[in-house]
């Protein structure tokens, strides 16, 4: 019975991201070997968002690809983090999309933050791209101009 539920469990969560990635169409994809779904977001102190990075296997096998975030500027990661896969499996000439979670940490100072993404192939860069973040102060300035009225 424990066994089913899990499978159940990792059905739906494969079926649910497969239908997030939407912004990743084959078409996007076609003739490219990756691509991030929206390579510019803004988001708020302690806000996050999920974007989708598309890798297309050109090879005639099942290989392994490696995915590395790197933010350009200094200390980036005392106000921007972001997660994913470490390492992803395609099928031979296949196409997959994978989550990448953005957060805004509390501490963000409003500005932009430049993340460059490589997916390498047997330690060969496989394709880049980057990821620009913007942290606002939005949900702030609304927060006071709300008070104002109240006050």
């Given at each position: 019975m424990r066994k089913s539920t899990t499978l159940l469990c990792l059905l739906?969560?494969?079926?649910?991201?497969?239908?997030?990635?939407?912004?990743?169409?084959?078409?996007?994809?076609?003739?490219?070997?990756?691509?991030?779904?929206?390579?510019?977001?803004?988001?708020?102190?302690?806000?996050?968002?999920?974007?989708?990075?598309?890798?297309?296997?050109?090879?005639?096998?099942?290989?392994?690809?490696?995915?590395?975030?790197?933010?350009?500027?200094?200390?980036?990661?005392?106000?921007?983090?972001?997660q994913t896969f470490p390492s992803i499996g395609i099928s031979a000439n296949k196409m997959g999309a994978f989550p990448i979670r953005i957060m805004a940490l509390e501490e963000a100072i409003p500005g932009m933050y430049p993340f460059q993404l490589t997916v390498k192939h047997k330690d060969a860069v496989h394709g880049t791209a980057t990821l620009t973040v913007q942290v606002t102060a939005e949900v702030e300035k609304q927060k006071q101009e709300l008070k104002k009225k109240l006050n």
């Open positions: 739906l969560i494969s079926i649910f991201l497969i239908s997030c990635a939407g912004d990743i169409t084959t078409q996007k994809l076609q003739g490219r070997t990756i691509l991030l779904g929206t390579p510019r977001i803004k988001l708020d102190p302690l806000q996050s968002q999920d974007i989708y990075l598309g890798v297309n296997n050109i090879y005639e096998t099942d290989e392994k690809f490696e995915i590395t975030m790197e933010c350009t500027i200094a200390d980036c990661n005392k106000y921007v983090l972001a």
